[in-house]
Every structure is written in C-alpha cells, then in structure tokens.
C-alpha cells in the first residue's frame, strides 16, 4: 500500500546542531505509529521536521506521493496535517472557543459548530471552560484544548507530541483513551510518548528514535480492539 | 465641555490610526513607519475623488479609504514579503519603511506638487449647542463615524474567520501556522485594513489636515504615541491610550499651548511606560511586564 507520510534519508537540526541524521520512515494509511526513546533523542525534532518548523531539514519527505520538504506549515496544515505539539501553541489570551474554533481555520468555517460539539463531547470540561482564556487553563485542560483544536481540522495525518508530558495519570489515560477511539477514516497517527506503556494495545507499530537514528522498529503490542495477534511479541525489523 | 468634545473628536481619529499601528505591530511584528505616507496618500486620494469624480462626501470617503488600503498593499508588497523571515527582519523593515515613506514624499512632491489642497466640508457647516458649547458638524461627524468604524473593526475581529485568524496570529504564530493561517496572507489582509483605518481617519481629520507631501509625520506619530502608550498589540489599550491622547492634547492647547502638545504626550507615555511597561495595557490586564 502507498505511503500516506514517507520520510526518506531525512536530517534536520537548530543552527549548527544536527539532531536527526538520516531517518527513513514510512506510514500507512489508517496506521498508527509511536515514536518512543530518551528525551532530547530526536522524537519532537522528527514531528517538528515533517511541519518544517526546524532550522533546517536536508533529505526527503512526501506526503501522498508529493515532496513537502519545501512546504510551509500552514500549507501543510490546510493539506491534512496537524501537529499538536509539547507546548500545546495554544492561543493564551483567546478563548477556549475561539482556540477550537481556530481548528476549523484552514476548512469548515462553516460546520465549526458541529465539530466543536463533537470535541465537546470527547473532552466535556472543556465545555465549562468555552468563555474561559485559554491561558488560565490547567496542563490538563491545556492538553485537552490542543488535542480538541486538533480534532477540530479535517486532519489525516496527526502529529501528536508527549501528550502525557507534565498530566496526572488518570488524566493522561483519559487523554489516550479518546485517541485510542480516534476514527482516522484512512488517515495516521504518529504519536511521541516517553511512557511506553500508554501505547500498548492500540498502536500498530513502535518506532525507536536513539541519538536521531531509528533504532528499530517492533510491532505493536497485542491490544483487544484490533492489535497485533496474541503471542507475536515485539518484532524487531531494523 | 469644548475641551471635552475635542477630547473625543481627537481621541476618536487617533484612535483609528492607533489601532492599525498596534495590529499591525503585534499581528507582523512590524513597526510599520511607512503609515504617515499611507494616511497622506489617502488623503490626495480624497481629495482627487472629489476634484475627479465626485463631490458628494461618501463617494470622497470611499476615494481615502480605498486609496489608504491600496497604500497598504503596497507597503505589504514592497516592504513586509520581500523581508519577511530574513535575518534582522525587525531592523531592515523599520529602515525600508521609513525609506519607502521618504520616496512616498518626494513621489507627492513630483506629481501634485508643494501647495496644499482643500477638501470640501463633508458634513455641512451646520453647528448645534450642546451644554453651552458649540459643535460643528465636522466634529460631531468626525465623532460619530470613527467610533462606528471602530465598533465595525472590534467586531469583524471577533466574529470573523478573517478576524479570529489575525487574532490568533498576534497570539502565536507557530500556533497560527499550525492551523493553516499564512502570515504572508495575513499581513495583506493585516495591512490593507490599517490602511484603510488610516485613510478613514485622513478624511475626517482632512479640515485640519489639508493634502501636502510632508502630512504624514505628525498623524504617525500620533498614530505611535497611542499605540505605544496603549501596550503594542492591544486594541482595547490603543482605545484608552487615543483618549488619553486626545485629552493631553486638548487640555495643554486650552491651559499651556499647542506648541506644548508632543512634550506633554511624551512625558505621558513616559510616566505610563516607568509604572506599566506594557501600557495601558498592561494597566488593563494588571500586569507590570
């Protein structure tokens, strides 16, 4: 099956300091894809390299079939991607309403009620906060805000980032289990997360990011909704 | 009471050069000193509606506007996209904006001449006493429109698609970016509605201000001072700070003298500056930094 997101031979850094070197990945349509490893180890820098928001990127990177490498973010996020990163890019001195809104920028002004709903729904106390400055928020409903601004677009590749980073547990896992029930309609999933154990059942593959290099690759974990089949185990392909 | 009607005559236009100034600032990153020659520009462009066209008052208002949104586009052109993520962006656009601004001038100078044009009364001569106090109908109608033009602007920013994007852009651009908003689209739409503030505001100062090459340096400094004082960014900052403005001024013609005016509205931005450095305001979200 053809590659929705394929990166090849990709390096990409800050100034002098290069931070990925020479990464190959390939996505499937409807797959879900973690990336785990050590902090500071090139998993924010790969998300943050596919929007193009590093310094600068040398390699290549297609989306559909496409080069992307020299498309700019918000081209991109008119095209289907959407990163929701670490820190959250909310819009502090706006409203939690116009932050969700704000997803419906790029398409569907008009239905942005309906998808606001929708979201409401996944993240109900973001409801009690919708008049609320998005700045005043706790980490948690920071998180939710993003992840909901998100879900807002008519994203197909989404790029989330440490969605755990800074949450109570039990917040954490509510956050997962809203994208674990994530509908991806033929879309993807990449997803950075420390804690390995948030991603076992429901992610198809594990990507191992070490020192900017893809250290190997195993099959997600068996899950009830669909997984890999009990007793496979993790398989490493690289 | 004259004072107080002169206060808010001012404060009013002020207010809507201010305001494109202050977004233009905190939507670009762009302290746009090109917006002196964007008000002048309008201002031959009212008054060569009324010389070429028409003379009826809102046929020459939607001559400024339009030619001060035209102005707009061309800083955006020549200015803002051809610097825009360059290095030192902030300092090469400050000096290419005063440079276009100096060829803005001498353009005027080239095509319409030294000598001063005259814009027709547009709200009739008429005049009415309120409290003892004369209004012409000038003011009256200067007060009127601009603070309708304003109440326009705050809630196309609000309920907009447009608006929400410009809003969020002031925010945070990486954010901005992340959800399809273009800055480089942006800053026309940003730009263009300065513009036009600015023309608006050219008109309806146009009986105080006659078309000549130089008009455009106090209106842009007027246009700075309100902005600064109100906290770069901060539409509802940039409305108090035109009041404030508008009142320094009229108190120090009335009780000093007009020549007092800039020394009193930059010893008024320095005070609010040493108590609240974000301005007015930081004075409205009470915050000190």
């Known amino acids: 099956m053809t590659a929705i997101l394929e990166v090849r031979k990709l390096s990409a850094g800050y100034g002098p300091l290069r931070v990925l070197h020479e990464i190959d990945l390939a996505v499937a349509p409807g797959e879900r894809v973690g990336l785990v490893g050590l902090n500071g180890h090139g998993k924010t820098t790969l998300l943050r390299s596919v929007m193009g928001l590093v310094d600068w990127r040398r390699g290549e990177l297609e989306l559909d079939g496409k080069s992307i490498l020299r498309t700019p973010a918000h081209r991109l996020a008119r095209a289907g991607v959407v990163l929701m990163p670490q820190g959250d890019a909310l819009f502090p001195g706006l409203s939690v309403r116009d932050n969700l809104d704000s997803g419906a920028f790029a398409a569907g002004w008009r239905e942005r009620k309906q998808r606001r709903d929708r979201v409401l729904q996944l993240f109900p106390r973001l409801a009690d906060r919708l008049g609320q400055s998005a700045g005043t928020l706790s980490g948690g409903e920071r998180r939710m805000c993003s992840l909901g601004r998100g879900l807002m677009t008519n994203a197909r590749v989404f790029l989330i980032d440490e969605p755990s980073l800074g949450l109570a547990p039990g917040i954490a896992a509510g956050l997962f289990s809203t994208l674990r029930e994530l509908d991806l309609e033929g879309g993807t999933l990449i997803l950075a997360e420390q804690n390995r154990t948030l991603l076992e059942g429901w992610i198809d593959r594990i990507v191992r990011i070490h020192h900017g290099q893809v250290a190997g690759i195993e099959r997600g974990s068996p899950g009830p909704d669909g997984g890999p089949a009990e007793g496979e185990g993790p398989e490493t392909e690289r | ?289």
């Not at chain 2, 480089?184 to 509605?193: C, D, G, S, T």
């Open chain 2, 1 to 289: 009471m004259t004072d107080v009607v002169t206060t808010i005559n001012l404060a009013a236009v002020y207010g809507l050069i201010g305001v494109g100034i202050s977004l233009t600032w905190a939507g670009l990153g762009f302290l746009n000193l090109a917006h002196g020659v964007t008000f002048a520009a309008a201002l031959y462009g009212a008054w060569w509606t009324q010389e070429n066209i028409s003379d009826y008052p809102g046929v020459i208002f939607l001559g400024g506007v339009v030619v001060g949104a035209l102005a707009g586009a061309i800083v955006c052109v020549s200015v803002f996209l051809p610097l825009d993520g360059r290095p030192n962006w902030d300092f090469r656009s400050i000096v290419a904006s005063l440079g276009l601004s100096i060829i803005g001038i001498y353009t005027f100078f080239l095509v319409f001449g030294p000598q001063r044009k005259s814009i027709d009364f547009l709200f009739g001569t008429t005049k009415f006493k309120l409290g003892g106090t004369t209004i012409t109908a000038d003011k009256s109608g200067a007060i009127i429109s601009a603070n309708v033009v304003m109440i326009l602007v705050v809630v196309a920013l609000m309920k907009s698609r447009i608006g929400l994007g410009v809003r969020a852009l002031t925010q945070n651009p990486e954010g901005a970016a992340l959800v399809g908003i273009g800055r480089r689209q942006a800053a026309f739409a940003i730009l263009m509605v300065s513009g036009a503030l600015a023309g608006f505001a050219a008109v309806l100062l146009s009986q105080i201000f006659y078309p000549e090459p130089n008009i455009g340096y106090l209106p842009l400094l007027k246009g700075l001072i309100v902005a600064l004082l109100g906290g770069l960014g901060s539409i509802g900052g940039a409305v108090v700070a035109a009041l404030l403005v508008g009142g320094t001024e009229a108190v120090t013609s009335h009780y000093l003298d007009p020549g007092w005016i800039l020394v009193t509205q930059f010893g008024l931005i320095a005070v609010v500056l040493l108590v609240r450095p974000r301005g007015v305001a930081g004075i409205l979200e009470g915050t000190r930094a």
